[in-house]
């Protein structure tokens, strides 16, 4: 479902919906290349409590340093720096509000 809003959304846009993987297996689910930068986005279907930030998207960040990185998920709503990344947690539905 997630999969599907996002290419909707990159569909007519000038941007494009990439996934990433490094060699020691670390992954992000999506990244969305805006043209302007990278957007990493980690799903996670649970009920996250307080905002985590995984291993992966710590390499992501380590190595890209996005403005921003999303973390979809089904009802946390919070936001936290991290190394001067915006890591936005969000709930699904709040894709169907946000650009790129």
């Given at each position: ?91 699904w ?5 946000n650009?790129?």
């Amino acid at each position: 479902m997630i999969y599907q809003l996002l290419a909707e959304k990159t569909q007519n846009a000038s941007a494009s919906l990439h996934y990433w993987r490094t060699q020691n297996q670390a992954e992000v689910d999506f990244v969305i290349d805006t043209g302007h930068g990278l957007l990493p986005i980690e799903v996670k279907s649970g009920f996250l409590k307080s905002p985590q930030i995984e291993r992966s998207m710590h390499s992501f960040i380590d190595q890209y340093q996005p403005k921003e990185a999303w973390v979809v998920n089904r009802t946390l709503s919070e936001s936290v720096k991290m190394k001067g990344t915006t890591v936005r947690f969000m709930p699904w539905f709040k894709l169907l509000e946000n650009n790129f």
